[in-house]
């Protein structure tokens, strides 16, 4: 009944593997985007019989019996645990998805030590599901229960499989999770709510920045405070705090605050009796009645932030993003999580108790600092020193530097040039040509002095231009290459969906126009 689908070398210790597959038993969401997380128990019996005979029994009682009773009749066949004895370990796994209109999932995990084996049984869901795992001296195999589900198999092999391996010799993000500081269930819940409640009424309304992106942070930082917060109502203030929205979402939770940023945005109009202020916020500003003071990508004032929330006597959160020290940008090592550290290391010198998760945005900083208050007071004082001679707040009107305003005809320029040199040794023999790979530096010794010295102008120059100009080109390690769009394209529609709000990039630039039909592009193909 079981086949074996595929056996990989393993050159790791049997404990590399049993560490590696319990990353993946508790921490499924990993690698099964479409889980928020997994709840878990375990119990302990005496190994009665192999563990595929077992896996096949429990098979056939989830056919043929009621949901509510396979647990307790699956375990009434097991003996208690005695002296002498092989162990099984049975895990009850719970797969609790994102979406609130999916079906949590149900699973027994079988677990045999002593034979290195594990068998997941995801009950109600489709055979293709069940699946062992076995090390046996260097040899790791796959058993499926039925092997004729190929997009199954492929990412049971292609995915979970080679991700165990690779676990073994780098464990993911030194095995620390998200939302490690909370009820996970509890922060669904409040997500799920907040994003049914306002998500569709505040793109309606949004001005400027991309909703998807800005609209579903703020609406998950705000289910992480609520969680965190738990029934209790608190005071606070968002310091730099943006477009506002944070402050409306905990505000129509019922929490008290403010929202203090250098300038106003257009969006404020929209949020009827918030209290929202257009003011410059210095080091040595206090906010004595906050509980809380929350910094969320808030710049040169990131390591002000627990120095203001001591001397106010306050707790702190801290979202880092822009790598600032109290003088200018932060010089040190390690890159972002270097500087999250940094900014963690600080805190505590004042006296916060300190505390660190990371949250569930659509972002790649998405590190959160969490500061309690105790005697913290006394040590921030010493810090304004730098405040006067050195703190310099950004200016009221900032220059755009995101090669967003660089003139359309030298856009124009760069993206034809581009192709040309792209496509030059490939022949046009009727098909779809991605061309080849070709050097930064290529690039530019093409380009003429005054080209280069508009997108100077710019942050990010040259390689900002390129990688705005989504989803033509792709640029990685110094080389530019035209994107495969139709394998990108389906993959993308399989996870997000179809949004065809803009025109395909590809009819108006490429030659050969889109290698995608009108159906299996992400982009229009009318009106280019």
């Known amino acids: 009944m079981w086949k074996v689908v595929k056996t990989f070398i393993f050159d790791y210790t049997a404990d590399d593997f049993h560490e590696s597959v319990s990353v993946y038993i508790e921490r499924p969401e990993i690698l099964r985007r479409s889980f928020s997380h997994a709840e878990i128990s375990s119990e302990q019996y005496c190994l009665v019989s192999d563990l595929p005979t ?9 056919k043929e019996s009621p949901k509510d009773s396979i647990k307790s009749k ?3 066949q097991l003996r208690t645990l005695s002296n002498n004895t092989n162990v099984l370990e049975v895990v009850f796994r719970d797969l609790v998805p994102k979406r609130s209109t999916a079906e949590i999932t149900n699973e027994v995990i079988l677990i045999d030590k002593a034979t290195h084996s594990y068998a997941f049984c995801p009950l109600y869901k489709e055979e293709c599901w069940w699946f062992i795992l076995e090390l046996r001296q ?3 195999s796959l058993y499926c229960l039925f092997s004729n589900d190929h997009e199954t198999n492929d990412w049971l092999i292609n995915v979970l499989c080679r991700k165990l391996i690779s676990w073994c010799k780098t464990p993911p993000s030194h ?3 998200s939302l490690c500081l909370v009820d996970k269930s509890v922060y669904l819940c409040h997500y799920q709510n907040l994003k049914a409640k306002h998500a569709q009424n505040l793109k309606a309304i949004w001005r400027g920045t991309d909703p998807d992106k800005f609209i579903h942070e703020d609406i998950a930082i705000c289910a992480y405070l609520l969680t965190y917060w738990g029934s209790e109502k608190q005071v606070f203030v968002d310091i730099c705090c943006g477009n506002g929205l944070l402050v409306y979402l905990l505000d129509d939770f019922g929490h008290l605050g403010s929202g203090i940023d250098l300038r106003g945005r257009p969006i404020w109009s929209s949020w009827s009796n918030l209290n929202l202020k257009e003011k410059v916020i210095l080091p040595e500003d206090l906010f004595e009645n906050a509980d809380w003071i929350i910094g969320n990508h808030s710049d040169e004032l990131t390591p002000w932030i627990p120095v203001i929330a001591a001397r106010s006597n306050s ?4 979202i880092p993003c822009c790598q600032w020290d109290f003088k200018n940008r932060w010089q040190g090592q390690g890159g972002y999580h270097g500087y999250v550290d940094y900014i963690a290391s600080l805190g505590s010198k004042i006296g916060f108790t300190i505390k660190r998760d990371k949250l569930r945005i659509p972002s790649t900083r998405r ?3 969490i500061g309690l208050k105790n005697d913290a007071k006394l040590q921030a004082d010493h810090f304004l020193q730098f405040a006067g001679e050195h703190f310099q707040p950004r200016p009221l009107i900032e220059p755009v530097r995101n090669a967003s305003q660089i003139n359309k005809r030298v856009i124009e320029e760069v993206i034809n040039l581009l192709l040309e040199m792209l496509l030059v040794d490939s022949h046009q023999d009727g098909k779809w ?7 930064m530096k290529l690039v530019v010794d093409r380009l003429g002095k005054k080209s280069l010295q508009t997108l100077k102008q710019q942050c990010g120059g040259l390689q900002t231009l390129i990688r705005n100009q989504f989803p033509l080109f792709v640029c990685n390690s110094g080389h530019i290459q035209i994107r495969d769009w139709l ?5 993308r529609q399989k996870s997000i969906g179809t949004k065809k709000s803009k025109f395909c990039p590809f009819l108006k630039y490429h030659p050969d126009g889109c290698p995608c039909t009108v159906d299996q592009c992400c982009f229009k193909h009318e009106n280019v």
């Open 54 to 62: 077992l896996a096949s029994n429990l098979f056939t009682l989830a």
């Open 74 to 76: 699956f375990t009434s």
């Open 138 to 140: 260097r040899n790791l």
């Open 175 to 177: 095995s620390r999770g």
């Open 315 to 318: 707790n702190f959160c801290l």
């Open 367 to 369: 590190e959160c600092i």
């Open 433 to 439: 040509r991605q061309g080849s790979r070709i050097s």
């Open 487 to 491: 394998k990108e394209s389906l993959e």
